[in-house]
């Protein structure tokens, strides 16, 4: 058994109860199912995940009847495509109707026909590391392109051609971006010159697959190689036409860092900050707004006669180009606003200086960024590429200093906020007096109590109150 199998047997053994027991179910029933795609190949990379995708012989219908009974929940999430989804235990499952699909061309959507066995499949899928499936319930693996070696060299190659894989559905150019971002393959040499010559046929795809697909690659492991990827292969021309554009030529001094670079440094400091935001990660807001923070920069650059470079109002200029790319890409309105917030944004800190900003200042950052502060730290902390190890540090402990100051500001404005449970007329009415020094002693009395135990409610506040008056008198 080699290294790679035997690493599977263990996320194997994890999920062989569900699947033979979804397995015996379809097989008494007279149909063939087998796991299928992303995780056979997750097996072998002892990749774990909750989610299972299916193919099976049983039409959408009798799939159904057979998951009710058996799953917790069972959805729908295309019947007319074939797929029916469903919920046993924490397992998410994916049943999918065997396909022979016939595509057009020209078209945005794959048409959809059933098909009648395994192999034909899976010889419609994208790689051949996801053209593998596992009989069910006789364990048998079916491997027709060479799937698992693929595997095992970590490359990433089409069933058949690439040129005719990637004419049927395009999307398939970005998936092998992504898929080189998240397990760290290399795509083979033909896909790669596939690729290349047919990166303009991304645009017959719709952009909200090519938004998943782009979520996903950003949210990897590696985006470094898949954002790469997309670039030398001139895809990113038609997906994220900023990003080359920040592969800047060198002015004739040579003075200004290479912008591209720069981005994917930054993207991977924000990531390797993201454990602060205390947000489920990966996020793809702050690294999202990593990559492209200085998409204004190509626009604004100017030349001033010193041999200096500028680039005013990149911010600005930046927020605006990233609204636009995202609409077009489909993003929701929530992940527009936030991403094009911390491009805006991205620079306000540089008038910190050494810690000249008022308070009024720090609580405007504050207010400005909103819910998006704790990216606004990563994104801002991230962009700091200097190899200057002075200027780096002097950098990152002004920031230190500002976000001491802003929890100290915080800290008091919630002291200066804190109320006794009962207020001055409250107390006059429960006491039975009139204004006066009694009234503020009481209050204090208060105070007292709600810093040392917190807020009381209004009946326990004013037993204490009567208790404290009678001992009092
Ligand atoms: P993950 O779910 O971890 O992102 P995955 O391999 O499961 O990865 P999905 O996008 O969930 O990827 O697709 C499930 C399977 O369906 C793939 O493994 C592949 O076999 C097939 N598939 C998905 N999209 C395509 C496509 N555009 N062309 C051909 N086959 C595809
Ligand atoms: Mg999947």
Not at 459 to 466: D, G, I, M, P, T
Request: with cysteine; net charge negative.
């Amino acid at each position: 058994m080699s290294a790679v199998q035997r690493k599977g047997v263990q996320s194997l053994l994890e999920i062989a109860p569900v699947v033979d027991e979804l397995g015996a179910r379809f097989d008494a029933a007279g149909h063939e199912i087998a796991l299928v795609g992303g995780p056979v190949r997750d097996i072998l990379l002892d990749r774990g995940s909750k989610d299972l995708d299916f193919a099976t012989s049983a039409r959408p219908d009798a799939v159904e009847r057979l998951l009710a009974g058996w799953a917790d929940h069972v959805w729908d999430i295309g019947k007319a495509f074939g797929t029916i989804g469903c919920r046993k235990g924490d397992w998410v499952l994916e049943i999918t109707t065997y396909r022979s699909e016939s595509y057009d061309s020209t078209s945005r959507k794959p048409a959809v026909e059933y098909g009648d066995s395994l192999e034909g499949d899976l010889a419609r899928r994208d790689f051949a590391m996801n053209a593998m499936a596992v009989l069910l319930p006789s364990h048998t693996f079916v491997d027709p392109f060479g799937g698992r070696a693929d595997v095992a060299n970590k490359v990433i190659r089409t069933p058949g051609s690439p040129e005719d894989s990637f004419s049927d559905d395009p999307l398939r150019m970005m998936r092998a971006a992504r898929f080189a971002a998240q397990l760290g393959f290399t795509p083979d040499p033909a896909v790669v010159a596939a690729m290349t010559a047919m990166a303009e046929r991304i645009t017959i795809v719709s952009p909200e697959r090519v938004r998943d697909e782009l979520i996903k690659l950003v949210c990897s492991d590696h985006p470094r190689t898949g954002l790469d990827l997309l670039v030398s292969t001139g895809l990113a021309e038609y997906v994220l036409p900023e990003l080359p554009a920040l592969r800047l030529e060198l002015d004739e001094h040579h003075r200004h860092k290479d912008v591209y670079e720069h981005s994917l440094t930054v993207l991977e400091q924000a990531i390797d900050l993201e454990p602060r935001l205390g947000v489920p990660v990966p996020d793809f807001v702050v690294r999202f707004a990593a990559l492209i923070h200085d998409i204004g920069k190509p626009k604004t650059r100017k030349f001033e006669g010193d041999g200096k470079v500028t680039f005013h109002h990149h911010d600005m200029v930046g927020a605006k180009l990233t609204r636009k790319r995202m609409k077009a890409l489909r993003f929701s309105n929530e992940q527009i606003d936030q991403v094009s917030k911390l491009v805006e944004l991205h620079l306000r800190f540089h008038g910190y200086g050494t810690g000249e900003w008022t308070d009024s200042a720090v609580r405007r950052y504050v207010r400005d960024a909103g819910e998006l502060l704790g990216r606004l730290h990563v994104l801002t902390r991230a962009d700091s590429t200097t190899r200057n190890r002075r200027k780096a540090e002097a950098l990152r402990s002004a920031y230190d200093d500002l976000e001491t100051r802003i929890a100290r500001l915080q800290e008091q404005e919630e002291l200066d906020s804190i109320r006794p449970d009962l207020d001055g007329n409250q107390i006059m009415e429960i006491l039975g007096i009139g204004p006066g020094r009694d009234v503020g002693e009481a209050y204090k009395f208060l105070m007292e109590l709600r810093m040392d135990h917190g807020p009381l409610g209004e009946a326990r506040a004013r037993q204490e109150l009567l208790t404290w008056w009678s001992s009092r008198s």
